[in-house]
């Protein structure tokens, strides 16, 4: 079909002949005038209209010209670059054969992409789709959605939830979207890419049970079983002791770039102009900026992500369980602009870590899933499918620093964070004392951080009884750092971070920052329960 009509002037009877001739072959292959797919620029299909909407729509916006194959609307998918080129699909033979042939990709690289390029576009149009014709408040997904949220929430079984299907297909008016089993639902459910892994992991969190030791039985650490023991000391095998929960962040990546306006959007930095020489977004950092100059050919595709990591233990039961602990860990993209990063549908959930006691400095063990996915996506994966630019591209991304309270920090750092050298950036100088009455090490050398000539660095009474006439000492980059653990000069560092296997994390300025509205908010609190004298939440201290 003769498609140079898209590149037309939308004034020209050329483009107008176009339109109708694709509408036309729209409906003849669909079969339907009221749910087709809008190519136009602004909607580049991901909603449903009729045939005059769509009309409007190609006219005032214009067609959306890197859609070449018109596989929404009926036409098979073609993987040549010109006529002259066939490629045959019999025999088994990918229908993706000839885009590796050209980007020089494996087979497995399609492997999270289904049989179609536009699945994940397919989804999005579930979501713009009625869950039965004049229906305003639900979607076909949205629906769905609430209905598999009732599933996990009371523990249905999946022929319940079969049925439960049917009955609701029954109840609403006919041409209904409702999935007939479970197995469709979890066929759109899984396009989406919230696929995770369930990995068994020692209860004294000494190893997960993957790699070498996928088939172990017994932690070859401490010895103890894998499997959970009963009530009556009996092992229920098959019946892990302890489980994570993973989330693999790389399919969730590549469904990203497959939404157009989430593709743009990824691109926001390389875009935006910095003229009033102020830090406005992380892209202003000299972590980003080294990141750039270090590895250029990194920094020259604006796709390639910057990432953030964050983890905090919290107790779900309240105060009703202290025997249990469950410590998150999220990603948040950088590339997005400001309104968007922090957004909650952009922090990704990417390990569900458990148990009865918090991991603490064993943090790492679970951690290791997730920078095996961070090493790949620094040497690159290809074969993403960018929406907004109609390309496949090689995706690349670093992570750029950790944000967390302190105890996390040094959990996650291997920084100590308790006693007389808990300053991360003192180290051994750290100006500690420990109160004689009180019990408790206080930390009173802030003061070097003032300016020379600050009045409060002059006041004695307010603080120690002394001036402050020290300097700030220089915080030791990432290099001098994994010197000092790898040689055991370990005083002030518990262990070697897990963060040192990833090539890149020696170099960057700051490797892992503080969460200051998290530490305020604690901070504050302590402060209410010391003057209100709130049982377990008093600081009172009986100074010296």
């Known amino acids: 079909m003769d498609k140079s009509w898209m590149h037309s ?4 009877k050329a483009y107008e002949f176009g ?19 809008c190519p136009c620029v602004k909607c580049v299909n991901l909603k449903l209209f009729g045939v005059g909407i769509i009309r409007d729509h190609v006219y005032f916006n214009g067609i959306d010209q890197s859609y070449k194959n018109w596989t929404f609307h009926g036409e098979p998918w073609e993987a040549t670059t010109n006529a002259s080129r066939n490629v045959e699909e019999d025999d088994g ?21 289904g049989s179609d390029p536009y699945e994940f576009a397919n989804v999005i149009g579930d979501g713009d789709q009625p869950v039965y014709p004049g229906c305003r408040k639900y979607t076909k997904l949205s629906a769905l959605v609430k209905l598999y949220n009732l599933k996990a929430k009371h523990g249905m079984s999946d022929v319940c939830f079969t049925e439960l299907l049917i009955l609701q297909g029954d109840l609403l008016p006919e041409g209904n979207t409702i999935p007939t089993s479970m197995y469709e639902a979890k066929k759109t459910l899984c396009a989406l890419g919230l696929s995770y892994e369930k990995m068994h992991a020692c209860p004294n969190d000494c190893i997960l049970y993957r790699k070498e030791y996928e088939d172990s039985t017994n932690c070859p650490t401490c010895g103890i079983s894998r499997w959970k023991e009963g009530k009556d000391s009996i092992l229920k095998e098959g019946v892990p002791a302890k489980v994570v929960w993973y989330f693999p962040p790389i399919p969730r990546f590549k469904r990203m770039f497959q939404s157009h306006e989430t593709a743009k959007s990824l691109t926001w930095h390389a875009a935006r102009k910095s003229i009033d020489g102020q830090m406005s977004h992380p892209a202003d950092s000299p ?40 410590w998150p860990v999220i990603l948040v993209t950088y590339n997005l602009p400001p309104w968007l990063c922090m957004k909650r549908k952009f922090m990704m959930l990417t390990l569900l870590i458990s148990g009865p006691k918090q991991p603490g400095n064993d943090i790492d063990v679970y951690l290791e899933p997730l920078i095996d996915d961070l090493k790949s996506l620094w040497v690159g994966i290809r074969g993403v499918y960018d929406a907004h630019n109609g390309e496949y591209f090689t995706l690349r991304a670093a992570l750029m620093w950790t944000i967390n309270d302190f105890p996390a920090y040094g959990n996650l750092s291997g920084c100590v964070v308790k006693g007389y050298k808990a300053c991360p950036i003192c180290g051994d100088d750290t100006p500690s004392h ?23 660095r002059r006041q004695r009474a307010a603080f120690n009884g002394k001036p402050e006439y020290g300097i700030p000492p220089e915080p030791l980059t990432g290099e001098e750092v994994l010197h000092m653990v790898e040689n055991g000069d370990r005083v002030c560092w518990k262990k070697k971070s897990i963060f040192f296997d990833l090539e890149y994390w020696k170099y960057l300025p700051v490797r892992h920052a503080l969460d200051v509205m998290h530490i305020e908010k604690n901070v504050c609190d302590s402060i209410i329960g010391t003057l209100l004298e709130i049982p377990g939440k008093n600081k009172r201290l009986l100074l010296d």
């Open 9 to 12: 002037d939308r004034r020209s």
């Open 19 to 37: 339109v109708e001739a694709f509408l036309n072959f729209a409906v003849e292959n669909l079969l339907t005038t009221t749910h087709i797919r």
């Open 93 to 113: 033979h990918s229908r993706y054969s000839f885009v590796s042939e050209e980007i020089d990709m494996d087979d497995n690289d399609f492997g999270d992409f």
């Open 287 to 326: 972590s980003w900026k080294l990141l750039d100059d270090k590895w250029p050919e990194f920094g020259n595709e604006p796709r390639n992500l910057r990432l953030a990591l964050s983890s905090d233990g919290f107790n779900p039961h309240s105060s009703l369980s202290s025997r249990y602990s469950c």
């Open 434 to 456: 420990r109160l004689k009455n009180g019990h408790k090490i206080c930390y009173i050398g802030h003061r070097k951080w003032l300016p020379i000539n600050h009045p409060y």
